[in-house]
């Protein structure tokens, strides 16, 4: 006989796959990822419009790089140490309208940043930002686990490349409109959390009739009734090459990210507007690269998908910064399109590592992105004062090379047919 979901206060709350089809069957499973993913546009269209402005604050606040590197730590570190423990509570007791309260927190960070005058005001709107990632991340990687019908890496594509599509919106955004209107425009970004509020409190009633429907309102888990295939000796060193895996594609992101616009300015000499289209080129390509990862992974496995994407990237890396202008283009849109399609497969590898703890595996996932980001910036920032920009994409370039840890871990597919041959 199979468990059901438990009654409130009865144990620990755990679904089985065959709960979980009940609870999708009826449920407009596109629409709902595509809304999701609609959502995470807006929520990283805001959060990519910090360090799209970072040329601005500079010059505006008399910051040096360190400053810039402090500004992203704070943001990102906001929008990581939260995301594990908001996952491993919504595992056991779900939250549909964190989405949008988690939406109205960016608000606030949005409204703040428009009008701060100071370097603490603008570490105290980056923060609301970044707290508002925070609270979305977990429970909306959990919703699109719940409505993927199965397709997990599909799902978390779909959802993540709604996410990519911001980040590389946020920069373009601000080109167009905060270089040409100064700081006090980002007050008009606020209307993009008003939307996404509204968005994800549809969202949050779909989720909340799903629960009720089933009489697990109080209390419910998206993952399965499950145990690893492997002993916990493996699970836990696979997810410390996780880990491992995750500061190579971060610390080099955050070089791209935070840094990238200044490398074309001061190698090339190019304005801030066409140094953010070129960072546009760039985030649309991990935007493109994001949503193929996923249904690959599905196809073919996310060990191979980890093992294409992060070692792939690795000669192209290599050349960029000794590239001319074009061809930095060329390399850092083929690197965007390489590298981004390992963090669908890497978090879905994680989902599958440690089964029943969808939430707390998104959360412990998408925080290491955040904070691995924040880190590498701040720490880049300060070997970019000391060294300058060329040296720290010279460092970086090296990065990609930590991939070849990816021959530690397991097979999923095997150990699990295994399991089931010895049964």
Sequence with gaps: ???????????????????????????PVLSILATLSFAHLLNDTMQSLIPAIYPILKNELDLDFAHIGLITLVNQMTASVLQPFVGLYTDRRPLPYSLAIGMAFSLVGLAVLSFASSLALVLVA??????????FHPEASRVAHLSSGGRHGFAQSLFQVGGNAGSALGPL??????????????????????????????????????????????????????TSPLSRGRVALSLGVLIALVFSKYFYLASMGSYYTFFLIEKFGLSVKSAQLYLFLFLAAIAAGTFLGGPIGD??????????SILGATPFALALPYADLF????????????????????????????????????????????????????????????SGIPFVFQVCSYLPLIGFLTALLPNLERAAEGRQKRA
């Design 327 to 386: 061809w930095v283009g060329v390399l850092s849109v083929v690197i965007g399109l390489i590298l981004s399609s390992a963090f669908s497969a890497i978090l879905v590898y994680a989902q599958e590592l440690v089964p029943g703890r969808v939430g707390m595996m998104s959360g412990l996932f998408f925080g290491l992105a955040f904070g691995m980001g924040g880190i590498g910036s701040a720490v880049l920032g300060v070997l970019a004062d000391r």
């Design 126 to 135: 980056v923060a609301f930002v970044g707290l508002g990632s925070s609270v």
């Design 1 to 27: 006989m199979h468990n059901e979901i438990e009654a409130p206060g009865s144990g620990p709350p755990v679904c089985t796959e065959e709960t979980v089809a009940r609870l999708t069957a009826a449920a």
């Design 173 to 226: 955004l601000a080109a167009l409109i905060v270089v040409a209107r100064g700081q006090s425009s980002i007050m008009w970004f606020s209307l993009l959390a008003l939307l996404g509020i509204v968005v994800l409190s549809g969202v949050g009633r779909w989720y909340r009739k799903v629960l009720a429907q089933h009489r697990s309102g109080e209390r419910t888990a998206a993952g399965f009734q499950q």
């Design 299 to 308: 196809r073919i496995g996310r060990k191979a998908v980890i093992w294409t």
